[in-house]
């Protein structure tokens, strides 16, 4: 690939890439699901509960926020009862951060009106395009992460 198609491509991928971002990214939850919570938030949320408990530091850094940030953010997940704090039973020092019944109830919900959304997308494309784009995403993400990027 030439310096010009290489230009062309990254030019054609920013004109398309905010409005796949919008369609495919959960933008502003509260907005669009009505649920009382922030998209850092169900971020966080969504990370607890995939993972079921997490340390603070761990969530700070896949969230690539500080880790005063991350623990604002699980501050107010706790003050809504999305996510509790206990102190590990056999290392006092060490504090977990686990999602609540209703932080996993509102997980799911999110999760499945943004299925929903997707679905409704995809079903628009063949089944060839699909599994070629997963393919494309896949490479891609190798790549990224050669890089040592995230």
């Not at 169900?42 to 690539?64: E, F, H, P, Q, W």
């Not at 919900?109 to 679905?119: A, G, L, P």
């Amino acid at each position: 690939m030439t310096q010009k198609d290489l230009k062309e491509f990254i030019n054609k991928m920013q004109e398309f890439h905010p409005i796949a971002v919008k369609h495919f990214q959960i933008g502003d939850p509260n907005k669009f699901f009505g649920f009382n919570i922030t998209l850092q938030q169900y971020l966080a949320l969504d990370i607890l509960v995939s993972r079921n408990k997490c340390k603070m530091t761990d969530l700070s850094k896949d969230l690539g926020i500080k880790l005063s940030t991350a623990t604002g953010l699980v501050d107010r997940l706790i003050k809504r009862h999305f996510a509790k704090r206990e102190r590990d039973t056999e290392d006092r020092r060490l504090v977990w951060i686990y999602p609540t019944q209703t932080g996993i109830k509102i997980d799911k919900k999110i999760k499945e009106i943004k299925e929903n959304h997707v679905s409704k997308i995809l079903r628009k494309i063949t089944q060839n395009d699909r599994d070629n784009l997963i393919r494309i995403i896949e490479k891609i993400t190798k790549v990224v992460k050669e890089l040592g990027e995230k």
